[in-house]
């Protein structure tokens, strides 16, 4: 299972990095004009994005980070 998650995160980067580049060379929507436009449309979506990042990190490194030090 550990290999499908590795490869889900690699393809997720591999898609940002051709979609930026696509965006790029072609003159289309970046992913941060995209989110700078979303912002502006909904402006409590970075406190939404902040809050969701904080739980999943406490979720996933709450009391495990430090273990092996």
Same mark, same amino acid.
């Given at each position: 299972?550990?290999?499908?998650? !590795? ?7 591999? %898609?940002?990095? =051709?979609?930026?580049?696509?965006? *790029?060379?072609? $003159?289309? !929507? ?7 436009? %979303?912002?502006? =449309?909904?402006?409590?979506?970075? *406190?939404?994005? $902040?809050? !969701? ?17």
């Amino acid at each position: 299972m550990n290999l499908y998650w !590795t490869i889900v995160l690699l393809a997720l980067a591999v %898609a940002m990095i =051709a979609g930026e580049a696509f965006a *790029l060379r072609t $003159g289309c !929507t970046t992913f941060s004009r995209y989110v700078w436009n %979303a912002s502006r =449309a909904w402006p409590p979506l970075p *406190l939404v994005v $902040g809050a !969701t990042l904080g739980f999943f990190a406490a979720h996933f490194w709450w009391g495990g980070a430090l273990v092996c030090y």
